[in-house]
């Protein structure tokens, strides 16, 4: 069955550059796209950006120039950078496959990782 | 950016209510509109997609309608299970956006 799982520090310092992993199995990353939704403590949810089946990628105005997403298809790997971390950036971090068929939706999540951004 | 205006914020409602839930978008998005659920410490389960289809596993009890740019989810008869955050989201244009929640209480 399709599962992703979330993974990195809990505990960055402002300033420095957040890293996490979300390891995918049950699904192909040459065929599935896997996006990152972030969620502050009791806040709403926020889409970050994705990176397509054909390793191409998209990313939220909003923090596009702090984000880089990519991938290890051999190791089933999606991997998200994020720099100059404030702790605004303190938040549930999640990755999600998006659905292949119309009309598309994100229908797998991981469990999430929790990042604080604190000195 | 397509803006989801979900409404309401909270409410709060007794066992065997019947509950409706509501997301207006600001652009046309067809039927490109799910429903998510979020228990607390957990990840959001996909509810409804296609504004209408029932996700695998969700009970009937739940339910999508769509009349023009209003989007509603509703269940028929509230349990004590149902108690969560929903969020509606809209994904037929990039950036994907979510509805800023309904938190379901129990009265």
């Known amino acids: 069955q399709v599962q992703l799982k979330e993974s990195g520090p809990g505990l960055v310092q402002p300033s420095q550059t957040l890293s996490l992993t979300c390891t995918v199995s049950?699904?192909?990353?040459?065929?599935?796209?896997v996006s990152w939704i972030r969620q502050p403590p009791g806040k709403g949810l926020e889409w970050m950006g994705v990176i397509w089946s054909n390793g191409g990628t998209d990313y939220n105005s909003a923090i596009k120039s702090r984000l880089s997403i990519s991938r290890d298809t051999s190791k089933s790997q999606v991997f998200l950078k994020m720099n100059s971390l404030q702790t605004e950036d303190t938040a549930m971090y999640f990755c999600?496959?998006?659905?292949?068929?119309?009309?598309?939706?994100?229908?797998?999540w991981g469990q999430g990782v929790m990042v604080t951004v604190s000195s | 950016d397509i803006q989801m205006t979900q409404s309401p914020s909270s409410m709060s409602a007794s066992l065997g209510d019947r509950v409706t839930i509501t997301c207006r978008a600001s652009q046309d998005i067809g039927n490109y509109l799910s429903w998510f659920q979020q228990k607390p410490g957990k990840s959001p389960r996909r509810m409804i997609y296609g504004a209408t289809n029932l996700a695998a596993g969700v009970p009937s009890r739940f339910s999508g309608s769509r009349s023009g740019s209003d989007y509603s989810l509703t269940i028929s008869s509230l349990e004590s299970e149902d108690m969560a955050i929903y969020y509606c989201?809209?994904?037929?244009?990039?950036?994907?956006?979510f509805g800023g929640g309904t938190k379901l209480e129990l009265k």
């Open positions: 999600a496959r998006f659905g292949n068929y119309p009309p598309t939706t994100f229908d797998y």
């Open positions: 989201l809209q994904s037929i244009q990039y950036p994907p956006t």
């Open positions: 049950g699904l192909s990353l040459t065929s599935n796209s």
